[in-house]
């Protein structure tokens, strides 16, 4: 049964003010519902900040020494001590660390498991919320079929579907956060070219040890930003700028009252591919055909796929032949 408008919108960080910007509409029975706008919106207007409904860092993400808030998911290492970790280079000293918002003197751990939270409200909350009985739920459900059915293979992947075709990936890094917090600094132009010149080559030393996985990455499930659908011509974008799991919807154009709010599923390099190569992502990943004027205007190009695009569809046959083998 789908959520209604009012629970869409309370997890919103200002419900009235959303309330009167925007609202959620039935649009027929292939693109469901859509996001709408009640009022004028300017470019670069923030239109919402919501929270998810469930959010959670990515196993692998972890793994790799990504250290994350158990609940907001906001990063937990320092700046400097993620580029030390991320560049390789464990005596690195950046400038200007008072700019670092984390701190780790507030950090708190559950008691019981040890997961890390950035401050004891992200700990409190977690515990309100569901970490205190989680394991208590595992344990009663454990002889349930109907919880066991997500257990199985066709279960999981079931599931996966569902926060693979409605989750919002999200990123959070205590560096971007600093190097932002530099940008804003009122320097003489000769400081200001030195620590430019400084973050450029550090940036060059990460993506030599790293390459480009920079963030503590997951996933989210939000209300209200879910319901926007894809046009490869966006109104809107999502960002979370305050190194947590508060979504930001961003209008990147001007939005007239009663227009509809389109994101992209695709990134900008996906959109600059041909129509072809852009239904062929949004198909095998999202599971529909996109009809937004970008693709109608260029539904003449459907076959016409780059060389570039056929060398990555080349790599991936390989990719898949060797993984058979």
Same mark, same amino acid.
């Given at each position: 049964? *789908? *959520? !209604?408008?009012? &629970?869409? %919108?309370? =997890?919103?960080?200002? +419900? +009235?003010?959303?309330? @009167?910007? &925007? $609202? &959620?509409? =039935?649009?027929?029975? &292939?693109? #469901?519902? #859509? %996001?709408? *706008?009640?009022?004028a919106i300017k470019k670069g207007d923030t239109i919402f900040v919501e929270r998810p409904l469930v959010s959670s860092q990515f196993l692998w993400n972890s793994q790799y020494k990504y250290k994350a808030c158990e609940y907001c998911l906001s990063a937990l290492e320092t700046a400097q001590d993620n580029a030390r970790r991320l560049s390789g280079n464990p005596g690195l000293s950046l400038p200007h660390t008072e700019l670092c918002k984390v701190r780790p003197e507030l950090h708190q751990a559950c008691p019981q498991c040890q997961v890390m939270y950035c401050s004891n409200e992200c700990r409190q909350a977690a515990a309100d919320q569901y970490h205190r009985d989680a394991w208590r739920y595992c344990m009663l459900y454990k002889g349930c079929p109907f919880t066991l059915q997500w257990f199985t293979l066709e279960g999981f992947r079931s599931l996966f579907a569902l926060v693979g075709t409605n989750g919002q990936g999200i990123g959070t890094s205590s560096l971007s956060q600093w190097v932002q917090a530099c940008d804003a600094l009122e320097l003489t132009s000769q400081q200001r070219e030195q620590l430019d010149s400084f973050i450029d080559q550090l940036y060059k030393d990460i $993506?030599?040890? +790293? #390459?480009? =996985?920079? @963030?503590? $990455?997951? !996933? #989210?499930?939000f209300l209200l930003q879910s319901s926007c659908n894809h046009s490869c011509i966006p109104k809107a974008e999502a960002s979370f700028p305050n190194n947590n799991f508060l979504l930001h919807l961003s209008a990147l154009s001007d939005i007239s009252p009663g227009e509809e709010i389109c994101i992209s599923y695709l990134d900008c390099c996906q959109r600059d591919r041909s129509c072809h190569s852009r239904q062929k992502l949004l198909r095998e990943n999202y599971l529909f055909v996109c009809s937004c004027p970008k693709c109608v205007s260029q539904m003449d190009e459907l076959d016409l796929t780059s060389s570039e695009e056929e060398e990555e569809e080349e790599e991936d046959d390989m990719e898949e032949e060797i993984t058979d083998v």
């Open positions: 049964m *789908a *959520a !209604s408008q009012d &629970v869409m %919108l309370s =997890f919103c960080v200002d +419900t +009235t003010k959303v309330c @009167n910007c &925007v $609202e &959620v509409r =039935f649009i027929d029975k &292939v693109k #469901g519902k #859509g %996001l709408f *706008a009640k009022k $993506e030599k040890e +790293t #390459g480009d =996985f920079l @963030n503590c $990455e997951g !996933s #989210g499930l």
